[in-house]
């Protein structure tokens, strides 16, 4: 619109029914070429802004940041922004060529001719080329060889020697810059033929004006006065590889390979005139070795030096090499690589996948599709490869054997180190191309989005993304959302509930507890633009800018929206849901045994990852717990190790305060800068009501200790009236421990410290935690001051084989006393109604398909010595069904009682069932495999009839005294004079920590342990 001719003008676009103007951002000749060959135009020449060469349009600005690769049909095609913060100053324009060839002549002289100016002779000078009527100079921005060859071709030499700056080897320019980021490949017939910014588009000055040296003969000769410090490459196959020579005082000498890389090998190209380097090699390998001096060695260059010569090196002549260590290098030929069969180096492309968006990672060099290695790979190259194919984002990275199929051919990168925002993969730093220590079982597979709802990083925050600021904690703030590099507010018009649980479940919360004025709920006004109004959620949307809003707004930072969110408290051992996207920074514990414990995991640009253990303190700590919602941090279990770490060690060092908000707003190490490994994986216990933990009493063992529970933000002791093992069984399965042994051994009272003690605990048996239970906290400093008793004392058990069984005896090995293993002692039942479902449940534990008879031995001291001390299960009582005898209800055990009313025997059936046996044999010490065999289907009808029948007789049986204990396997617990801080006394060394468990948990799928202490003990062999 309103250009001179049809091929300029105002770029608008028709969209539902009208015609709109398209934002400037982000716009250049690519998106220019697009609307050029949409219109029937051969190319673009010049992206400008409408408001200074046309007019400003009005109505709807209905495009914003466009990116196109220059190959999409239709300007719909490419990517651009779901909002545009633009106004019509910004309304972009285009001029379209309107011939294949070179542009219309002006003058007698041809759009794109060139020539030198100000050089010594017709060969070599400053570059300029005429476009519409004026020369014009060129900017050296990514000006290499290949450019200066198609420009002494088109004047015709045979070949450029050169590429220098104008201002230092001849004079800057005056007039327009015509030309930027020249890309030639070097056979291109003229200079306008090659890629560019676009006419008169740059963002150069005179001072950067190129000049070129072309050659006047087809071999080129050395010059007799050669400025010290100039390379050249020698014994190669062509002019772009070789051993490294170096000029100094008349005579060229080798480089040696000490520290060579690929550093040193770009700026040795680059100093060439190529644009990069391929490979940094020793010249033995591949070249012939030098001859004469050895001028350079431990050359350490940044790669941004100008010569070779400008980096770090011993000194001229200074080295302890021989010729066998002479550096070479392969430089790159093209900005883009060289295209073979139409495909240009550096291309990507994904195979074996389920769909275009997925699949193992291939890449295009040299006429070959080769793979990646995944070494260092990660969501940042994962980013890279699917926004060169056009996806909007990277989902995951993953192992392409384990997810697609491995590759054959080479492996061509390995290495990779992308920051997120190259345009291909090729830009990106890597090991060489074809250097690599990989086999295909290595080769990496990336699965990208196929959906622009993840908006475009920018800084590695995806735009839409929501954050809450300056709440106490990380589920309650103001609410702020990313757009266009920065952070801005919600204003509250509109605000309710709906729009603050799409917030919160975004940040990986359930839902929203409250929907807030920020500043009335303390969160504090915020400070930059506010950039929503009006937001209206239906609730369930995934993201905030799914929902209806106004960009426009009438509001001030006094309105801005706030919210709280509902934390999290099932034991899925992540406070943040790894279905939910989560936030820049958000934080999580993995693998503990409830929310509040376990190895602590930081979320950074799409990825979690761990936190090494260097530095790691208390303060660091208590960060994370009130990050996470809990109120703080265990005062000595703040540095615990979880297993299982995997991806990425994110943050190392860190150094709280004890003030921060967030564990990122602590200084530390820069991100991925770390020397440790995921045994160094820091863990966190965060306090929460309803904890309880075992305080040691001295040298009492690791699973016996004075019970307390964390009530109203401090650790209560509990007091013995009305404490039975109901309680104990309950204290330790939440610590992860199998069952209690015995509690209350002796009256203990510890030293009064807080103003609040735990009077009475009274349990029914059907709680799962301690906090279900009736809690009565009084005042008093302890349980003796409060007249309550004394503290109450749990012992654990903590061996893997306690429970085990045998039955012993002189009977045949079906039948015999009943023996049950505790802590490597065979001890016996003690049961004066001992009855067949009791034994059932003993049979099946050894193997047998179920009980003939159950009995009372008669001759209880004929097995054993009298006066020894044994341990001895009381009362049980069995409903059949149980797995194991340790699973019955019972009264306790007892290191006391001799079973002088006579120890529980049962006979079994000789035929076996289909579980698996455990130790069996005579006395008290003996035992073998019972082998497995099956049972004939008509034996397994028979049993489940017996089995119901004896469910219903045992239903009328009471007894006193009677507790549920649940036994499975256990992990061991940790130490307390191995494992405790120099700094701990042992009134604060825990012998166990554990949190609240979410719901009833059916015994069969028991697995608690406590990975607090997982490694720190070894168990006894029995």
Not at 366 to 378: E, K, L, M, R, S
């Amino acid at each position: 619109m309103n250009g001179s001719s049809s091929a300029e003008g105002r770029v608008e676009v028709y969209f539902q029914g009208e015609w709109g103007t398209v934002c400037d951002d982000l716009f250049d000749i690519q998106d220019a070429t697009v609307i050029c060959h949409q219109l029937g135009f051969p190319s673009a020449l010049r992206a400008v802004s409408a408001a200074t060469e046309f007019s400003m349009g009005s109505g709807a600005i209905l495009l914003d940041d466009l990116e196109c690769s220059g190959d999409e049909s239709t300007l719909a095609d490419c990517s651009h922004a779901r909002w545009s913060n633009c106004e019509h100053s910004e309304d972009v324009g285009v001029v379209c060529s309107t011939s294949a060839t070179a542009a219309p002549e002006v003058s007698g002289i041809p759009d794109g001719r060139v020539r030198l100016v100000d050089g010594s002779s017709s060969s070599e000078g400053r570059v300029e080329v005429f476009y519409q009527g004026n020369w014009g100079t060129v900017c050296d921005d990514a000006f290499d060889i290949q450019d200066a060859t198609v420009i002494c071709h088109q004047l015709g030499f045979p070949s450029a020697v050169g590429v220098v700056s104008a201002f230092s080897e001849f004079a800057i320019g005056s007039g327009p810059i015509l030309l930027d980021n020249l890309g030639c490949y070097g056979d291109e017939s003229t200079l306008a033929d090659c890629s560019h910014t676009g006419w008169t588009a740059h963002d150069c000055s005179h001072l950067e004006d190129v000049g070129v040296i072309c050659s006047t003969s087809a071999t080129v000769t050395e010059g007799s006065e050669m400025p010290d410090g100039s390379v050249r490459l020698v014994g190669g196959d062509s002019s772009h590889e070789g051993r490294v020579e170096v000029y100094y005082r008349g005579q060229w000498g080798t480089v040696c390979d000490d520290l060579w890389d690929i550093d040193d090998a770009t700026v040795v190209c680059r100093q060439l005139g190529f644009p990069s380097a391929i490979r940094a090699l020793s010249a033995a390998d591949e070249f012939p070795v030098g001859e004469g001096p050895i001028f350079l060695d431990d050359v350490e260059c940044s790669g941004d030096e100008s010569t070779l010569a400008d980096c770090s090196h011993r000194g001229w002549n200074d080295n302890n090499c021989g010729h066998s260590e002479d550096a070479g290098v392969i430089c790159s030929t093209t900005t883009a690589d060289p295209e073979i069969a139409g495909i240009p180096d550096g291309s990507v492309r994904l195979v074996d996948g389920s769909s275009s968006s997925e699949g193992r990672v291939e890449v295009f060099y040299q006429g070959n599709w080769g793979t990646v290695c995944d070494d260092a790979f990660d969501i940042q190259d994962a980013t890279v490869i699917c926004h060169q194919l056009g996806f909007p984002s990277a989902v995951g990275v993953v192992s392409a054997v384990t997810k697609f199929a491995m590759g054959s051919g080479p492996i061509l990168l390995d290495n990779l180190g992308c920051y997120g925002e190259e345009s291909t993969l090729a830009d990106c730093s890597h090991a060489g191309w074809t250097v690599h220590n990989c086999e295909h079982s290595e080769d990496v597979g990336v699965i990208c989005s196929s959906s622009a709802s993840a908006a475009p990083e920018v800084s590695g925050v995806p735009d839409g993304s929501v954050r809450l600021e300056g709440g106490s904690s990380a589920h309650e703030g103001r609410v702020e959302v990313y757009y266009r590099g920065s952070w801005g507010t919600v204003c509250d018009d509109s605000w309710d509930i709906n729009a603050a649980s799409v917030v919160c479940r975004q940040l990986g919360f359930t839902s929203a507890e409250a929907a807030l004025n920020s500043q009335e709920a303390g969160f504090g006004m915020g400070e930059r633009r506010i950039l929503l109004d009006e937001v209206e959620c239906s609730g369930e949307e995934s993201n905030l800018y799914e929902c209806r809003y106004k960009e426009d707004h009438n509001c001030n930072h006094s309105e801005d929206a706030g919210v709280v969110c509902i934390v999290p408290t099932s034991t899925q051992g992540s406070i943040v849901s790894d279905n939910l996207p989560a936030e820049y920074g958000a934080l999580r514990l993995a693998g503990g045994t409830a929310p509040s414990n376990g190895r602590l995991e930081v979320h950074y640009r799409g990825q979690w990852g761990t936190v090494c253990n260097d530095q790691w303190d208390l303060q660091n700590a208590q960060v994370v717990c009130r990050q996470l919602g809990f109120g703080s941090a265990d005062p000595v279990l703040y540095q615990s190790k979880y297993a299982g770490g995997q991806g990425p060690i994110l943050m190392n060092e860190v150094s709280c305060t004890g003030t921060e908000t967030s564990l990122i707003s602590c200084p530390r190490r820069h991100w991925k800068q770390h020397n440790c490994t995921h045994d160094d994986d820091v863990g966190v216990v965060c306090q929460r009501p309803g904890s309880v933990r075992l305080v040691s009493l001295g040298n009492s063992p690791d699973s016996e200790g004075r019970l307390e529970m964390f009530v109203d933000g401090e650790w209560l002791p509990v007091c013995n009236p009305g404490w039975d093992m109901t309680g104990a069984n309950m204290v330790c399965r939440q610590l992860g421990f199998s069952s209690a042994i015995n509690t209350n051994i002796a009256g203990v009272n510890s030293n009064g410290q807080g103003s609040s003690i735990i009077n009475r605990v009274s349990c029914t048996g059907s709680e799962v935690q301690l906090k279900d239970c009736k809690v009565e906290v009084v005042q008093g400093s302890s349980c003796h001051d409060a007249s309550a008793g004394s503290d109450v004392i749990v012992q654990c058990l903590k061996h893997r084989s306690d429970g085990d069984v045998k039955l012993a005896g002189s009977e045949p090995l079906f039948k015999g006393e009943v023996q049950i293993l505790l802590e490597g002692v065979w001890g016996a039942v003690c049961d004066t109604d001992w009855q067949l479902s009791d034994g059932e449940v003993v049979c099946r534990q050894l193997g047998y398909s179920g009980a003939k008879s159950v009995y009372q031995s008669q001759n209880p001291r004929d097995f054993g010595n009298e006066d020894s001390a044994f341990p001895t299960l009381r009362q049980p009582m069995c409903s059949g069904m149980e797995s194991k005898i340790m699973s019955c209800k019972n009264s306790g055990w007892s290191q006391d009682d001799k079973c002088e009313k006579g120890r529980s025997g049962v006979e079994c059936n000789q035929q076996k069932g289909l579980l698996i046996s455990t130790k069996q044999g005579q006395g008290l010490a003996n035992g073998l495999m019972i082998t497995v065999i099956a049972i004939p289907a008509a034996s397994v009808l028979f049993i489940i009839v017996i089995i119901i029948l004896i469910i219903k007789v045992r239903g009328q049986r009471t007894r006193t005294q009677s507790h549920q204990m649940t036994i499975s396997p256990s992990q061991p617990p940790c130490q307390c004079s191995k494992d405790r801080p120099d700094n701990a006394s042992d009134d604060n060394c825990y012998a166990a920590v554990g949190g609240p468990m979410g719901g009833p948990m059916a015994e069969s799928t028991i697995d608690m342990f406590n990975p607090v202490y997982e490694t720190s003990l070894n168990w006894p062999r029995l």
